[in-house]
Antibody
C-alpha cells in the first residue's frame, strides 16, 4: 500500500524557519518525481514545489522562490521542504505528493497533510 | 508561468444530472492536464490525467476531454458522493499550477 506521511508542521512565528518531512512507503521512491502542494484555510490548492526523481530539476512557485528549498533523501525514503523567512500568508495545510512518473507531471498519490500556522 | 482558469466557480445540480466543468490555460499545454476531486477535510484525489485518461479505480461516470483551448470534466450522472470541489492542474511544465476550483453541490 502506498503511503505518504507528512510531519513537521506547527505554530511558528513570522520570519522563522521550519522543515517539513514526508516519509513514504509502498513504492520505489527513486522511480518518481515528488511535489509539495499547500492549501490555505478555505482556499484552493497551490502547487509549491517539485523535484524530479534524481533531483536533477527542481522548481518553485513564485510566491516561495528564494525562501523554500525542496530536497529528497533516497536512503531515508523521504522528501523535505525547508521553509525560511516564513510569512503569515504561508499558513496552510501542506501536502506531499507522489508523481505519476520520474520527471514531473501530476500528483497521483497524496499524503494527508500537515498544518503550518505562521503567527506571532 | 501558466495561469489556469475554471468555470463555473460553483454549481448546484440534482442527483442524476450531468455536470460540466471547464478549464482553460493561459498558453498551450497540449493535453498536459489533470483533474482532481477534493472532499471536505480530505486530501485531493486524482481523477483524470492527460486530459482524458481515467485514473484507475475512478468511476466511469467521470470523463475528461479537450476542445480547442478548453478542457472539460464531465460527470455524466451526479451521485451524492460526488459532492466535492474539483480542480484542474496543468502538467505541461514547471512551475505547475492549479485552477481556482469548482464546488459541486446537490440541489
Amino acid at each position: 500500500e502506498v503511503q505518504l506521511l507528512e510531519s513537521g508542521g506547527g505554530l511558528i512565528q513570522p520570519g522563522r524557519s521550519l522543515r517539513l518531512s514526508c516519509t513514504v512507503s509502498g513504492f520505489n521512491f527513486d522511480d518518481y518525481a515528488m511535489h509539495w502542494v499547500r492549501q490555505a484555510p478555505g482556499k484552493g490548492l497551490e502547487w509549491v514545489s517539485g523535484i524530479t526523481w534524481n533531483s536533477d530539476k527542481v522548481d518553485y512557485a513564485a510566491s516561495v522562490r528564494g525562501r523554500f528549498t525542496i530536497s529528497r533523501d533516497s536512503a531515508r525514503n523521504s522528501l523535505y521542504l525547508q521553509m525560511n523567512s516564513l510569512r503569515p500568508e504561508d499558513s496552510a495545510v501542506y501536502y506531499c505528493g507522489r508523481d505519476k512518473g520520474k520527471f514531473g507531471e501530476l500528483l497521483e498519490q497524496w499524503g494527508q497533510g500537515t498544518l503550518v500556522t505562521v503567527s506571532s | 508561468d501558466i495561469q489556469m482558469t475554471q468555470s463555473p466557480s460553483s454549481v448546484s445540480v440534482s442527483v442524476g444530472d450531468r455536470v460540466t466543468i471547464t478549464c482553460r490555460a493561459s498558453q498551450g499545454i497540449s493535453t498536459w492536464l489533470a483533474w482532481y476531486q477534493q472532499k471536505p477535510g480530505k486530501a485531493p484525489k486524482l481523477l483524470i490525467y492527460a486530459a482524458s485518461g481515467l485514473q484507475s479505480g475512478v468511476p466511469s461516470r467521470f470523463s475528461g476531454s479537450k476542445s480547442g483551448t478548453d478542457f472539460t470534466l464531465t460527470i455524466s450522472s451526479l451521485q451524492p458522493e460526488d459532492v466535492a470541489t474539483y480542480y484542474c492542474q496543468q502538467a505541461h511544465s514547471f512551475p505547475f499550477s492549479f485552477g481556482p476550483g469548482t464546488k459541486v453541490e446537490i440541489k
